[in-house]
């Protein structure tokens, strides 16, 4: 696969790219204590699938059957989530993949652009080896947040005009990534690695690489 091959930046999702997925049961603990700081004791798996990964209705949903507000319940799964991820962070169970190394030789602009927590992204580049981005986005944790996320292009569009160029590549993990990069009319680059064997993809990216030490030829 290959369509343009000369990009004036890159672009990166987090998670599953730059650094190591969060393991689910490390976010559903964080899901349970959410709960409980709002007051619910025994939610049920259904609310706790709903909190790790809603759309704005579906949270209303839960948060109304539960008598709390939405922002509230909200916030309190966010913060939960933050930390969760900070403590993986700091132990070493999350972390930097080894062919990050190969952004060093990168001679173009930088990006991250990722559905997690911005403040997450803060503290991956504080506890992880990376080099230096010019820009990097995480989605605020609130309600607009959600609906922000992508595959919805909100933060790619804030990245690229951010970084004023014309022609970037965007390296993600995910369907929702490839949709974005779509979406904004940018080519993306699908980077397979272990937690996506066997995982299809619903629309054709222009790359599909096995590291980021590929990535230098496309620049």
Request: proline letters at 6%; aromatic letters at 6%; one cysteine or more.
């Amino acid at each position: 696969m290959g369509a343009r091959t000369t990009y004036d930046a890159v672009i990166f999702d987090n998670d599953g790219v730059l650094t190591t997925p969060t393991d689910r049961d490390v976010l559903v603990d964080a899901v349970h204590e959410a709960f409980e700081t709002v007051g619910v004791a025994d939610p049920s798996p259904d609310d706790v699938d709903t909190l790790l990964g809603p759309d704005v209705p579906s949270l209303r949903g839960v948060a109304a059957d539960h008598g709390i507000g939405p922002d509230e319940l909200w916030t309190a799964r966010e913060d939960a989530a933050i930390a969760a991820q900070l403590a993986e962070l700091r132990a070493g169970r999350k972390r930097h993949y080894d062919d990050v190394a190969a952004l060093e030789s990168l001679s173009v602009p930088t990006a991250i652009v990722s559905n997690n927590q911005h403040e997450t992204i803060g503290n991956v580049l504080e506890h992880c080896t990376l080099a230096e981005f010019d820009v990097w986005y995480g989605r605020e944790p609130t309600l607009e947040g959600i609906e922000r996320k992508k595959p919805r292009p909100y933060y790619l569009e804030r990245a690229l005009a951010d970084l004023g160029i014309e022609n970037p590549l965007f390296v993600g993990d995910s369907r929702v990534d490839i949709a974005a990069a779509d979406a904004v009319g940018i080519d993306a680059a699908f980077i397979r690695r272990d937690h996506r064997t066997g995982y299809e993809l619903s629309a054709e990216p222009a790359h599909e690489i096995e590291s980021l030490a590929a990535l230098p030829e496309f620049v």
